[in-house]
Each structure stands twice: as structure tokens, then as C-alpha cells.
């Protein structure tokens, strides 16, 4: 198993573009999440799926859009990036009360 | 608010020596508590969760943890240290139990373990 894969590994950004975080999972989970990480603050919670077609916001949801079609795949999607989303991106799914982490995606916005 | 609290940002520990990261939370009902780690340039392992029954849980790599229930706290420990557990950790609580796929961290500890 691959498990939670994710890409790119890193994306350069201009202020207004928009671009979509691929996230992937081969382990049949029925929940996904995606997280971001910036220093000091830990990880918060952006969207978050409980299955396919369903998607929920977390805490810091504003700017992202989510959408879960299939039960492996749940792409995060910047529709209009601006300097504030520099962050590390992780997605993770989850089973029976453990998270699984993506390698991360490391986004600069200038 | 619902939180999670790790007062320090880093803990130094010789190797060989016992170490303790701390956790404290403030949230309602009865939450599901875990630890991660994350090594430098990669995602979050899971090191060890609570979810009820004995206070004491043991996890992955030799790690421990002490859920205080009266103290809300959740501290991370471990025996004797090694150089390879320096890392990142967090302590976070899924505040509606089961649902641990929404999870609220802590900023964070590094751990730096010297030889």
C-alpha cells in the first residue's frame, strides 16, 4: 500500500492564482481530512469527508473549497491564493480513531 | 473555546535519560486523546491514543502516556531516551470522541535529545 499519497511536494504561487492540492488514499478509509501547519500553531483543520459526496468545514475553511467524489481521492482546491495560505498542506484519513499523514505539500504565495 | 496546550516549545534531554513532553486540554464531555510525531520534511506518525479504560496507554517506539482526568492533562513519556526521538510532537484531542478525523493539536514540542 502506498497509503495517504500527496501532490506536488512543493508550488510556487502568485498572489490571485488558483491551484489544486491532490490528495490521494489507497486504504478504503471513509474519512479524510486535510490540515495545514504553520509555525507555532500547530495543525488546523481546513475540510474534512466522512465519505464520498459528503464534506464538512473545519476550523480555518475560508479561501479552500473541497470536494470528495470517490472514496480515495479528495483534492483541496485555492480558488484565488493569496500570501496568507503559505503553509504546509497535509491530508490524512482516517480508521477506527487513528489519522494516516500525506508526505505534505509545501505552498509559497507570493 | 476547545483547546490543547503544550506549554513548551522545547524540551532537552541527555540520552539515556527519562523524558516527558506535557499536554493539557479544555474541552467538554470526554475526549479521545493522541500523540503524533512528525520527523523533519515528513507527515505525522501515530505514536499512541486514549480513548478510555487504563490511564496509563503505551504506544509505538517505547513511548507512554498518563491521561489525568482531574488535571486534564495528557503527558507524553518515556523511560530512557534516544538520540532518534528527537522530533516534533503533538498532543491532540478529538473533542466528540469518536470523530477523529476532526482533530484539535497543540502547537507543538521539539524534542532534542543529546548524546
Known amino acids: 500500500n502506498a497509503g495517504v499519497t500527496q501532490t506536488p511536494k512543493f508550488q510556487v504561487l502568485k498572489t490571485g492564482q488558483s491551484m489544486t492540492l491532490q490528495c490521494a488514499q489507497d486504504?478504503?478509509?471513509?474519512?479524510m481530512s486535510w490540515y495545514r501547519q504553520d509555525p507555532g500553531m500547530g495543525l488546523r483543520l481546513i475540510h474534512y469527508?466522512?465519505?464520498?459526496?459528503?464534506?464538512d468545514q473545519g476550523e480555518v475553511p475560508n479561501g479552500y473549497n473541497v470536494s470528495r467524489s470517490t472514496t480515495e481521492d479528495f483534492p483541496l482546491r485555492l480558488l484565488s491564493a493569496a500570501p496568507s495560505q503559505t503553509s504546509v498542506y497535509f491530508c490524512?484519513?482516517?480508521?477506527?480513531?487513528?489519522?494516516?499523514f500525506g508526505p505534505g505539500t509545501r505552498l509559497l504565495v507570493l | 473555546a476547545q483547546s490543547v496546550a503544550q506549554p513548551e516549545d522545547q524540551v532537552n534531554v541527555a540520552e539515556g535519560n527519562p523524558l516527558t513532553v506535557k499536554c493539557t486540554y479544555s474541552?467538554?464531555?470526554?475526549?479521545?486523546l493522541f500523540w503524533y510525531v512528525q520527523y523533519p520534511n515528513r507527515g505525522l506518525q501515530f505514536l499512541l491514543k486514549?480513548?478510555?479504560?487504563?490511564?496509563l496507554v503505551k504506544g509505538s517506539y517505547g513511548f507512554e502516556a498518563e491521561f489525568n482526568k482531574s488535571q486534564t492533562s495528557f503527558h507524553l513519556k518515556k523511560p530512557s531516551a534516544l538520540v532518534s526521538d528527537s522530533a516534533l510532537y503533538f498532543c491532540?484531542?478529538?473533542?466528540?470522541?469518536?470523530?477523529?478525523?476532526?482533530?484539535?493539536f497543540g502547537s507543538g514540542t521539539r524534542l532534542l535529545v543529546r548524546p
Open positions: 474541552v467538554s464531555g470526554n475526549p479521545y
Open positions: 490524512a484519513s482516517s480508521y477506527l480513531e487513528t489519522q494516516y
Open positions: 469527508s466522512v465519505g464520498a459526496g459528503i464534506t
Open positions: 491532540a484531542v478529538s473533542p466528540d470522541g469518536g470523530s477523529s478525523y476532526k482533530l484539535i
Open positions: 486504504m478504503n478509509h471513509e474519512y
Open positions: 486514549y480513548i478510555t479504560g487504563d490511564n
